[in-house]
């Protein structure tokens, strides 16, 4: 079993930034993917970014390109979402995931482990 742990939420102004940062433990830990996602009150959870664990391939929402970045760090299990120029849209809590099989990284139904999420608030 692995157990993801999310860290580094809190409360920003826009245009600021926050880092996030995600721990797996457990088990033997390689996944396909480690995926980060967000989800607001009556609404889906909604996919940020992603990375290929063994290559580092990154993939991005449009709406997050070129203000969030994503790297990983094999030998520590760890994946960092580095968030900056925020907006009040990016409200949410949000999740890193882990994801065993090949296939299209947005899909959150795809993923095999969820960390218990942590708030990031943007104010205006």
């Known amino acids: 079993q692995v157990q993801l742990m999310e860290s580094g939420g809190g409360t920003v102004q826009a245009g600021g930034s926050l880092k996030l940062s995600c721990a797996a433990s457990?088990?033997?830990?390689?996944?396909?993917?480690m995926g980060w996602f967000r989800q607001t009150p009556g609404k889906e959870r909604e996919f940020v970014g992603a990375?290929?664990?063994?290559?580092?391939?990154?993939y991005y929402r449009d709406s997050v390109k070129g203000r969030f970045t994503i790297s990983r760090d094999s030998f520590k299990n760890t994946v960092d979402l580095q968030m900056s120029s925020l907006k009040p849209v990016d409200t949410g809590v949000y999740y890193c995931?882990?994801?065993?099989?090949?296939?299209?990284?947005?899909?959150?139904?795809?993923?095999?482990?969820w960390g218990q999420g942590t708030q990031v608030t943007v104010s205006s």
């Open positions: 995931a882990a994801r065993n099989t090949l296939g299209m990284v947005e899909l959150a139904s795809r993923y095999d482990y």
């Open positions: 457990g088990r033997t830990f390689s996944p396909y993917a």
């Open positions: 990375i290929s664990w063994s290559a580092g391939k990154t």
